[in-house]
């Protein structure tokens, strides 16, 4: 029997037009241009500006680019899944405006929270569907305006993260591309060092919340990067392992990190 796999036929990709460029960042919070770059590796980030938009506004602009590229209708489209840690709303889904707003019409559709790993959660859960052949054609989406979350008075964060989309489609292939194989994991334990502490279920918003800050990101860097770095490199030997693969065979490495020196570290 050939075997399917599911196959990244098209991507696309969308940031605001808005630049905050490190320059910008030194007259909002104690830091400079050397700092960051020689910390951080970054030079600017995008961020979405404009009353009442989110993620899904971003996301929209990912898949409709997406469709025009690959000459795909929505009306082909069986199922959307999208990343992200900064929904429009609770609820619906940022999936579903995505779709309402790109045309995509009854059709499956809902959001992963997975953080940094986002995408690749959405990617992997993506995969199974093209592979038992329940669905041809799936668009995995990563959408986050992080802006909307980032305390611009905290040098340690607010100079990592920026806003944008990114949307892949996913097709049957039985040539011998597409996913071969992947490895999920996460660790709870981690909590203290980096979370939003306000807006869930265990501390709804109150002005209390608010006073205290809660509702941004919060990040212990030391803890992080060494999680990031060594959980990084292990999970990336043992898929190699797992496949017959060792670092000779591997062209490109693609991290989800913020940070230059996790990246080379790795």
Not at 95 to 110: E, Q, S, Y
Not at 182 to 192: F, H, K, L, N, V
Request: hydrophobic residues 40%; charged residues 20%; negative net charge.
């Amino acid at each position: 029997m050939t075997q399917i796999r599911a196959s990244i036929t098209g991507i696309q990709g969308y940031v605001p037009d808005y630049i905050l460029t490190n320059a910008e960042l030194e007259q909002m919070v104690a830091t400079n241009d050397e700092w960051i770059v020689s910390r951080t590796g970054i030079k600017e980030r995008h961020i979405l500006k404009g009353e009442g938009l989110g993620s899904s506004h971003m996301g929209a602009k990912a898949v409709k680019g997406l469709l025009e590229k690959t000459g795909t209708s929505p009306d082909e489209i069986e199922l959307l899944i999208c990343a992200t840690t900064t929904p429009d709303y609770i609820f619906p889904a940022t999936a579903n405006l995505i779709c309402d707003m790109v045309g995509i019409r009854n059709v499956g559709g809902f959001d992963i929270n997975a953080a940094c790993s986002g995408f690749v959660y959405a990617l992997t859960l993506a995969s199974q569907f093209i592979e038992t052949g329940k669905y041809k054609k799936i668009i995995v989406v990563g959408a986050d305006k992080m802006s909307s979350i980032v305390d611009y008075t905290d040098r340690k964060t607010c100079v990592l993260f920026g806003d944008g989309a990114g949307a892949v489609l996913l097709e049957p292939d039985t040539e011998g591309n597409g996913v071969i194989d992947s490895i999920i994991r996460s660790d709870g334990a981690g909590q203290p060092y980096l979370n939003q502490k306000g807006g869930g279920s265990r501390y709804p918003p109150t002005q209390e919340t608010i006073d205290n800050n809660w509702h941004t990101i919060y990040q212990d860097g030391a803890q992080v990067f060494k999680f990031a770095v060594k959980n990084m490199a292990d999970i990336a030997a043992e898929i190699m392992e797992k496949n017959g693969l060792t670092g000779d065979n591997v062209a490109w490495l693609v991290p989800h990190q913020a940070n230059k020196r996790i990246i080379e570290a790795t």
